[in-house]
């Protein structure tokens, strides 16, 4: 017979990941949230789960999944993972040999799959032993309100490199800001529930037209609305589109810039990059031994073993 959880303290295995994935492409589609779809947010918190690495200290990463608690979770910069968290709960329950690390990392690339975009490369094994010594300092996520230099300060933190950074923004294809969570408004492209190569190609396309603003809350972001699209006075008016000052420094900075214009030019490029530079992001700070288990020492600790 099959075994449907792994022994007590193992990493899944693929197989027994099977219908924690179909739990997880079940739950995408939300129709009272958002622009439909769980996808977006899911996502994002995958990132923001991994993105607090630390290459000189070797801290924060996707390990341990400190978010559920207020130290990292209650980072400014996290505002609204809490509904990502709330979608994969049910999984959690009803898969509880899947660690929440190990869970909303798939989900992510189960996500990017499901909404049109590549196969990301992804392997198991995290816990979620949280070490309170290392947990990330705030402010290690990227600040949207910032520039070319700020990217490359947090980026380069993580161990990427221009091009790796430009890929990862393609992920502003999905989803969209809220003015209650970042204070940012609108969203990057018209469909963003579909993963494209689209917001490479607008950031292009209106270069001349995006338009600088400032909110009501001080925030500056760019904007295009399409006059064409608009419709007549006092008619509805199509949602415009928008770019954080960080899209807009990918180019204006030169060596941003030629990525933008690859991608722009070639999704399948696109396509090949983002997933390799995801599936890196997500192991930052994982340990593997050959047999590719996980071998931090929180995980010989508590949790996974072989
Ligand atoms: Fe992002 N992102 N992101 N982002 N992001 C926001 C939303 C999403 C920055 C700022 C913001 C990445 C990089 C950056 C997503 C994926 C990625 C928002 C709006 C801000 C602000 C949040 C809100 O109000 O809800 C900045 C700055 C950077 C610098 O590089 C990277 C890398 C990724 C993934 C690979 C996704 C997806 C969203 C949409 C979330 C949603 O709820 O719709």
């Known amino acids: 017979p099959q075994q449907s959880a792994?022994?007590?303290?193992?990493?899944?295995?693929?197989?027994?990941?099977?219908?924690?994935?179909?739990?997880?492409?079940?739950?995408?589609?939300q129709p009272e949230y958002d622009d439909g779809s769980?996808?977006?947010?899911?996502?994002?918190?995958a990132w923001h789960s991994a993105g607090t690495y630390c290459k000189e200290t070797n801290t924060g990463g996707s390990?341990?999944?400190?978010?559920?608690?207020e130290k990292e979770g209650g980072d400014p910069a996290n505002a609204g993972l809490q509904h990502a968290r709330a979608f994969l709960e049910p999984v959690k329950k009803q898969f509880p040999f899947v660690s929440y690390a190990d869970l909303w990392t798939l989900a992510a690339t189960v996500?990017?799959?499901?909404?049109?975009g590549p196969a990301v490369p992804w392997q198991g094994g995290r816990t979620d032993y949280v070490d309170d010594a290392k947990v990330p300092p705030r402010g290690?996520?990227?600040?949207?309100?910032?520039?070319?230099?700020?990217?490359?300060?947090?980026?380069?933190?993580m161990g990427f490199n221009d091009q790796e950074i430009v890929a990862l923004s393609g992920?502003?294809?999905?989803g969209r800001c809220h003015g209650d969570r970042s204070g940012f408004e609108g969203k990057w492209v018209n469909n963003p529930t579909r993963f494209s190569n689209q917001y490479f190609k607008l950031l292009l396309k209106f270069e001349k037209d995006w338009k600088k603003t400032t909110l009501a809350n001080g925030?500056?972001?760019?904007?295009y609305v399409d006059e064409d699209l608009a419709?007549?006075?006092g008619e509805e008016k199509e949602e415009g589109l928008m770019m954080l000052p960080t899209d807009m420094s990918l180019i204006s900075d030169p060596k941003f810039r030629a990525w933008v214009e690859k991608y722009a030019a070639d999704q399948d490029l696109f396509f090949r990059d983002f997933a390799a530079v995801f599936a890196k992001l997500l192991e930052l700070g994982l340990r593997r031994d050959a047999q590719g288990r996980v071998v931090n020492e929180e995980n010989v600790e508590d949790g996974y073993r072989s």
């Open 6 to 29: 792994p022994a007590p303290g193992a990493a899944p295995t693929a197989e027994q990941l099977e219908p924690v994935k179909a739990a997880v492409r079940a739950l995408l589609h």
């Open 38 to 45: 769980a996808g977006p947010v899911l996502v994002r918190l």
């Open 63 to 69: 390990n341990g999944a400190g978010m559920r608690y």
């Open 111 to 116: 996500a990017v799959a499901e909404m049109g």
């Open 140 to 157: 290690r996520l990227p600040d949207g309100a910032q520039g070319a230099d700020h990217l490359r300060f947090i980026f380069y933190r």
């Open 171 to 174: 992920a502003h294809n999905l």
């Open 219 to 223: 925030l500056q972001q760019f904007v």
């Open 231 to 233: 419709g007549e006075e």
